[in-house]
Nanobody, 124 residues
Framework: QVQLVESGGGLVQAGGSLRLSCAAS????????VAWFRQAPGKEREFVSA????????SYADSVKGRFTISRDNAKNTVYLQMNSLKPEDTATYAC?????????????????WGQGTQVTVSS
């Protein structure tokens, strides 16, 4: 079992930055792939970014490429999502997810464990 707890969401003006954290317990993050997804009201859940358990594989959605950076701190068993140059269209609930994958997948189905999510609101 893996428990995931997100934090770091909030209200920010367009152009600002936030750093989301996904703290894992139950297993070390070096043994799981971790992804970030987001869902805005009335929209489908959307893949944002993922990092493999080795850290070798990293992927970003085209919509966030160049603005968001995923990273992890094995000592803290935490994965981060640094979000810069935020836009109003980034407004959503962001959730992290984990799976026992060797690589990463840009879709929700393979991920077995999910956090509750943290709200990000970007004002124009």
């Amino acid at each position: 079992q893996v428990q995931l707890v997100e934090s770091g969401g909030g209200l920010v003006q367009a152009g600002g930055s936030l750093r989301l954290s996904c703290a894992a317990s139950g297993r070390t993050i070096s043994s799981i792939a971790v992804a970030w997804f987001r869902q805005a009201p009335g929209k489908e859940r959307e893949f944002v970014s993922a990092i493999s358990r080795s850290g070798v594989y990293i992927s970003y959605a085209d919509s966030v490429k160049g603005r968001f950076t995923i990273s992890r701190d094995n000592a803290k068993n935490t994965v981060y999502l640094q979000m810069n140059s935020l836009k109003p269209e980034d407004t959503a609930t962001y959730a992290c997810a984990a799976a026992s994958l060797l690589t990463i997948e840009p879709m929700a189905q393979p991920y077995d464990y999910w956090g509750q999510g943290t709200q990000v609101t970007v004002s124009s």
